[in-house]
């Protein structure tokens, strides 16, 4: 068996760099199947996503408390979609991280409707974990090629680096 220690390291440290700068997961997730076990990889996402988990909730309410973003707090629209999430908190997180549904709309929602973040971090947690282990079992399965998934990689970090420049230049005029 290979030595995993390095693979998992890299695939916590992307999952972690993920929730700052969005990018799939899938090509990182492919690439570390390679040399980790499905579960292994499932494991150090549940962990990343969680810790990642943690920031969000800070950052979205610290973020809502600037003036502008908490008028649209006010917007009907928003409350109700506020409102729905408070139905079934835990389940609609894990749901959000597990499918591939839009997390954003989860990412805004919980942390602003008072969900506590140690509930949310489980959530987003659990839900990451199968998502991943999916992913790693097709990975280990399809082998696909090395190189492919290492410009995949790439090109993920491009395309987030030119998005990020492009907005701060936006930003600036």
């Not at 030595?3 to 760099?17: D, I, Q, R, W, Y």
């Not at 549904?101 to 199968?130: T, W």
Request: glycine residues 4%; charged residues 15%.
């Amino acid at each position: 068996m290979p030595n995993v220690v390095p693979t998992l390291a890299m695939f916590f440290g992307l999952m972690v760099l993920a929730a700052f700068v969005p990018q799939p997961l899938t090509p990182a997730t492919l690439l570390a199947a390679k040399a980790a076990p499905p579960w292994a990889l499932a494991l150090v996402a549940a962990v990343a996503a969680a810790l990642a988990a943690f920031v969000d909730h800070r950052l979205v309410r610290t973020t809502f408390q600037i003036k502008a973003l908490a008028e649209i707090r006010k917007k009907s629209l928003f409350q109700r979609a506020e409102g729905w999430v408070k139905v079934a908190p835990f389940l609609t997180t894990a749901a959000f991280a597990a499918l591939p549904l839009p997390f954003i709309i989860v990412r805004v929602l919980m942390p602003l409707s008072g969900y506590p973040a140690l509930r949310y971090a489980v959530a987003v947690g659990l839900g990451r974990a199968p998502r991943i282990y999916v992913l790693a079992v097709v990975g280990k399965e399809l082998d696909i090629p090395t190189e492919l998934l290492a410009f995949a990689l790439a090109l993920g970090a491009i395309v987030s680096l030119a998005a990020f420049v492009r907005q701060r230049h936006a930003s600036r005029r």
